[in-house]
């Protein structure tokens, strides 16, 4: 198993892409800590795990909340003994309006949970890994609208579109440390979030029209993804953001 012995904190794992995350670092060996605020998901997810054979627990966290963040770190160290892959998955996401409409306030929230909220986790996992000299990995989860626009979204935008960057200057922060850091930018990936938008016809004519592919990705695809992140046969990316959207950011349409 790629991740055997191995211990992750993977933030919103309970649901979604992150879901998936956890029941296959789970299913390659790694004791899995889910942080998130609702705890009915994330002891769904945990039930799966265990019922699967796995390892897995659950920690309410708000990202947002710095002491919140410390609590998480040191009940997996308390729990498991260390903390040795961390993925930043939990974020909010929606398009609520143009920016001239936009309330500051919600502009602050989407900045808190998708970047401040990274930047937290990866500070108080960071110091722990460095302090138990662990040559560990944090996984940044990104978007496709990390690199293009969309209309109504400028606040999730700003701050997605702010992860290739922090992850690079992560990256460089942590290299002498053994730690890497990488991040994936999905494109629009089958989760239930999605399920309503996806039973639209105009929506799934959409995709077929856009993603050379002319699908939705999987969970499962993502979490290969980040297994491979994880995992040490990845010793020498670093740094990067790795798009898995069936090439639509590749794709320019005239027609």
Avoid at 138 to 149: Q, V, Y
Avoid at 231 to 246: F, K, N, R, W
Wanted: hydrophobic share 45%.
């Amino acid at each position: 198993m790629k991740l055997d012995d191995k211990v992750a904190i993977i933030t919103g794992g309970g649901r979604g892409i992150g879901r998936g995350i956890s029941r296959r670092f789970a299913a390659e060996g790694a004791a899995v800590l889910i942080a998130q605020r609702d705890p009915e998901s994330a002891a769904r997810t945990v039930h799966e795990i265990e019922e699967a054979g796995g390892k897995a627990s659950f920690v309410p966290t708000d990202i947002t909340k710095p002491e919140q963040v410390a609590a998480m770190v040191e009940a997996c160290q308390q729990r498991y003994g260390r903390v040795d892959i961390l993925v930043n998955n939990a974020g909010v996401s929606g398009v609520n309006g143009s920016i001239l409409d936009m309330p500051l306030e919600l502009w602050q929230h989407f900045l808190d949970v998708n970047l401040t909220g990274t930047f937290l986790c990866a500070q108080a996992v960071g110091r722990l890994m460095v302090k138990q000299q662990i040559k560990g990995r944090i996984i940044n989860i990104g978007s496709i609208n990390s690199f293009r626009a969309q209309k109504n979204a400028a606040h999730y935008v700003a701050a997605k579109g702010a992860i290739p960057l922090l992850t690079m200057a992560m990256a460089v922060d942590l290299s002498p440390y053994g730690i890497l850091v990488n991040a994936i930018a999905p494109g629009t990936i089958s989760t239930e979030k999605t399920a309503l938008r996806l039973a639209n016809e105009t929506y799934r004519n959409m995709i077929a029209k856009n993603v050379p592919l002319a699908r939705t990705g999987r969970v499962e695809e993502v979490a290969a993804l980040a297994v491979f992140l994880a995992s040490d046969e990845c010793g020498y990316i670093q740094g990067a953001t790795i798009v898995i959207d069936g090439g639509f950011l590749a794709y320019l349409r005239f027609d």
